[in-house]
């Protein structure tokens, strides 16, 4: 019975993904997406903006207020940076670009359930008219203690 249930375990943590898994956004609806009230009583949930790219590239131009989690980075820190429970929209530089598909895909495998991909990445943030930011963030991100061996 334990071989089973730890067979399953194995399983459960190697979530594989594509690109049907993902859900597009555009900037207009990643806004209502995370202002939208959900659950019970209509509460709202915590949500966060998620930049993969290079820190270099966010100090350059970020969306206001968005989270610095490059991608490399990603599987170590993610659940500690945003947290349980998070919808996190992820965008990249531009419409062609891959790395916002990468890390949506990545934390769907790391098991956050509301990820969604901004369509255009910054640069239909800006067409559209919204807040970006420059420099780096002010505090850096808490990761969890490693464990004693």
């Known amino acids: 019975m334990s071989i089973l249930l730890l067979a399953l375990q194995q399983n459960a943590c190697d979530r594989k993904t594509s690109d049907k898994d993902l859900v597009y956004v555009t900037a207009y609806d990643a806004l209502r997406t995370m202002n939208e009230p959900t659950g019970v009583f209509g509460r709202r949930t915590k949500s966060?903006?998620?930049?993969?790219?290079?820190?270099?590239?966010?100090?350059?131009?970020?969306?206001?207020?968005?989270?610095?989690?490059?991608?490399e980075d990603m599987t170590l820190e993610a659940?500690?940076?945003?947290?349980?429970?998070?919808?996190?929209?992820?965008?990249?530089?531009?419409?062609?670009?891959?790395?916002?598909?990468?890390?949506?895909k990545r934390l769907l495998e790391l098991g956050f359930s509301r990820v969604y991909t901004?369509?255009?990445?910054?640069?239909a943030w800006e067409k559209a008219g919204?807040?970006?930011?420059?420099?780096v963030p002010t505090t850096a991100p808490e990761l969890p203690d490693a464990p004693v061996r």
């Open 79 to 104: 659940k500690g940076v945003l947290g349980e429970d998070t919808a996190v929209v992820v965008y990249d530089s531009d419409y062609n670009d891959v790395l916002a598909k990468a890390a949506s």
């Open 130 to 135: 919204n807040d970006v930011a420059t420099g």
């Open 48 to 71: 966060v903006f998620c930049d993969p790219r290079s820190r270099e590239l966010y100090a350059q131009k970020h969306i206001a207020g968005a989270i610095s989690l490059p991608f």
């Open 118 to 123: 901004l369509e255009g990445g910054l640069k």
